[in-house]
């Protein structure tokens, strides 16, 4: 048993270790990237009132307002329940990117508060978050 667990542990240490090195990489690859600057129109969106198991989409848009190209490196979120997609090529000055957030209200009750970070070569670091009071759906059980 405790051979198993071992093992396992040791599976999970390289893997961390490998995608570090990966993360690694982007971020070299980002900061050989000159710096612009970046806005965007709404950095908290309120989904409302939201049935606990319910799954909803919202896209935030950034505008790129500096004189480079902007890319982003990576999003990270504060919970598994949030799910992000983006586009990874460069985005011109005066474009936009878009950055579709999928969150999934499964397991959860009550007034939700979750953040991305969006890291790229931007001048200052842009956080976006989304917010939501989930409700605990109720079953109807007759006797």
Do not use: W
């Amino acid at each position: 048993m405790y051979k198993l667990a071992f093992i396992f542990l040791m599976i999970v240490l390289v893997s961390c270790e490998a995608s570090k090195s990966n993360n690694n990489d982007q971020k070299q690859a980002t900061e050989k990237l000159a710096l612009t600057e970046i806005s965007v129109d709404e950095a908290i969106h309120n989904f409302g009132q939201l049935k606990a198991g319910e799954i909803v989409l919202h896209t935030f848009v950034l505008t790129n307002t500096g004189n480079n190209d902007f890319v982003i490196e990576s999003l990270e979120t504060d919970c598994g329940c949030v799910t992000t997609h983006f586009n990874r090529q460069p985005v011109k000055p005066g474009e936009n990117a878009l950055i579709e957030v999928e969150f999934n209200t499964a397991g959860l009750v009550g007034r939700e508060y979750k953040t991305i970070e969006v890291l790229g070569n931007s001048k200052e670091l842009k956080h976006l978050a989304i917010f939501a009071q989930v409700e605990n759906e109720l079953i109807d059980i007759k006797y």
